[in-house]
């Protein structure tokens, strides 16, 4: 198994710029998360889904959405980028049955 | 805002010593979760601990948790160079029992160990 995957691993955008983060997971989870990490600020939770066709925001969804269209895909999209978005960002997923979060390697986005 | 704050912020030992990292929270939890994060890579899981217990262990690790201060701690015993990490950790909120996975994250703490 892959576990959850990301790209790109890096990427510089001009700010208003729009683009779309990619995850994906291969061990059939139904939970799954976007967080970003800013310096000493740890993680902070941007949308989440329960399973395909469901998403709800988390402590930080502005400036970004999501969709949910089947269980292995949860693409996070920067409709007009903003120098805050520059972050790390990770996404996350987790089986219903247990509580431990499964951590891609994540994207570090720069917005100029 | 953030749920958990951890102390300290960095923590420096000696291989061999042990190191001992404490979070707090704020509201009610489902459970209590620790991460490792290395440089520049993603977050793993270390270990889990549900409000209904105290004390935990997993290999070298022991976290304890203490509902009534809403408290936890991480220790590390023995500890080697390959422990050099930034350690989270988040906790589970208890939203009328049900929980999606939405974890809040503290700062962490930047353990560094010298050979």
């Known amino acids: 198994n892959a576990g959850v995957t990301q790209t790109p691993k890096f990427q510089v955008l001009k700010t208003g710029q729009s683009m779309t983060l990619q995850c994906a997971q291969d061990?059939?989870?139904?939970?799954m998360s976007w967080y970003r990490q800013d310096p000493g600020m740890g993680l902070r939770l941007i949308h989440y889904?329960?399973?395909?066709?469901?998403?709800d925001q988390g402590e930080v969804p502005n400036g970004y959405n999501v969709s949910r269209s089947t269980t292995e895909d949860f693409p996070l999209r920067l409709l007009s980028a903003a120098p805050s978005q520059t972050s790390v960002y990770f996404c996350?997923?987790?089986?219903?049955?247990?509580?431990?979060?499964?951590f891609g390697p994540g994207t570090r986005l720069t917005v100029t | 805002s953030q749920q958990g704050e951890e102390d300290p912020q960095a923590l420096s030992i000696q291989e061999g010593e042990n190191a001992t990292m404490n979070c707090s929270y704020k509201?009610?939890?489902?459970?209590l979760q620790w991460y490792r994060q290395n440089s520049g890579r993603g977050l793993v899981h270390l270990i889990l601990?549900?409000?209904?217990?105290r004390e935990k262990h997993s290999g070298r690790l022991r976290v304890t948790l203490d509902t009534s201060k809403k408290s936890s701690s991480l220790l590390i015993t023995a500890s080697r160079a390959a422990d050099t990490a930034s350690y989270f950790c988040?906790?589970?909120?208890?939203?009328?029992?049900?929980?999606?996975?939405?974890?809040?994250f503290g700062q962490g703490t930047i353990l560094t160990v010298h050979p």
């Open positions: 601990i549900r409000s209904n217990e």
């Open positions: 889904s329960v399973g395909a066709g469901i998403t």
């Open positions: 061990m059939n989870h139904e939970y």
């Open positions: 988040a906790t589970d909120a208890n939203a009328g029992g049900t929980s999606y996975g939405k974890l809040t």
């Open positions: 509201t009610s939890i489902n459970n």
């Open positions: 996350a997923s987790r089986p219903t049955v247990t509580y431990e979060q499964y």
